[in-house]
């Protein structure tokens, strides 16, 4: 079944640990997108790629990296991770950068 | 940048009842989105409004693009036990500066009793 895969579902962090979550799509998509959710704050974008080998920063983007090897890839770095940075974090794709986005079903991270 | 707001922040209501929600914003949007999110699963989209005073229906579901483009409402008519949920509206720009982005509404919860 096409869609987004998002890895892994959820995580428990020390502070200062480095962390990537992994996010795979396979309807080859142009764009793709970083969001995380915050309760009472509906969801922030932190980075985004319009298309394979570009990127940018979104609303939130401090903290995190983020790369774009090829279409179907874009994980995201957390090189030192903080107590903040606890969320529940969503990829999501979109043929083109104005089309709809898809989302996966979020990876939980808790950073103590 | 712009604001977004929903409203309410929460609903109960009885299965049976209908159920209205909106948003609102400080500045235009070009696209008016409006997505469902499950526990423990993410955003699904529901309705796609592309025009002002664009009305959609999608099943029991029906959103209105406002005449300004500052604004959204999405109803649900005859509410059953799995329309419980989080429903979260988004706006989309074209402008060059906003790359499509999407502003998220803070999300509407959504209870349901039997």
């Known amino acids: 079944i096409a869609g987004i895969t998002q890895a892994p579902t959820s995580q428990i962090l020390a502070a200062g640990r480095r962390m990537t979550l992994r996010c795979t799509q396979d309807?080859?998509?142009?764009?793709m997108y970083w969001y995380r959710q915050d309760l009472g704050l509906g969801l922030r974008l932190i980075h985004y790629?319009?298309?394979?080998?570009?990127?940018g920063k979104g609303e939130v983007p401090d903290g995190y990296s983020v790369s774009r090897a090829n279409t179907d890839d874009f994980p995201l770095t957390l090189a030192s991770a903080v107590p903040s940075q606890t969320s529940v974090y969503f990829c999501?794709?979109?043929?083109?950068?104005?089309?709809?986005?898809?989302f996966g079903a979020g990876t939980r991270l808790s950073v103590l | 940048g712009q604001q977004l707001n929903q409203s309410p922040q929460s609903m109960f209501i009885q299965e049976g009842e209908d159920v209205s929600m909106n948003c609102t914003s400080s500045?235009?949007?070009?696209?008016w989105l409006w997505y469902k999110q499950d526990p423990g699963e993410g955003p699904v989209l529901l309705i796609a409004?592309?025009?002002?005073?664009e009305l959609t229906s999608n099943g029991r579901l029906t959103a209105q693009f406002g005449i300004t483009r500052k604004d959204s409402f999405l109803n649900i008519s005859a509410s059953i036990p799995s329309d419980v949920g989080i429903y979260f509206c988004?706006?989309?720009?074209?402008?060059?500066?906003?790359?499509?982005?999407?502003?998220f509404g803070a999300g509407t919860q959504v209870v349901v009793t039997p």
């Open positions: 999501a794709s979109s043929k083109g950068r104005l089309d709809i986005q898809y």
């Open positions: 309807m080859r998509h142009n764009a």
């Open positions: 790629s319009n298309t394979a080998g570009t990127t």
């Open positions: 500045s235009i949007f070009n696209t």
């Open positions: 409004l592309y025009k002002a005073g």
């Open positions: 988004a706006g989309q720009s074209f402008a060059p500066d906003s790359w499509g982005k999407l502003q």
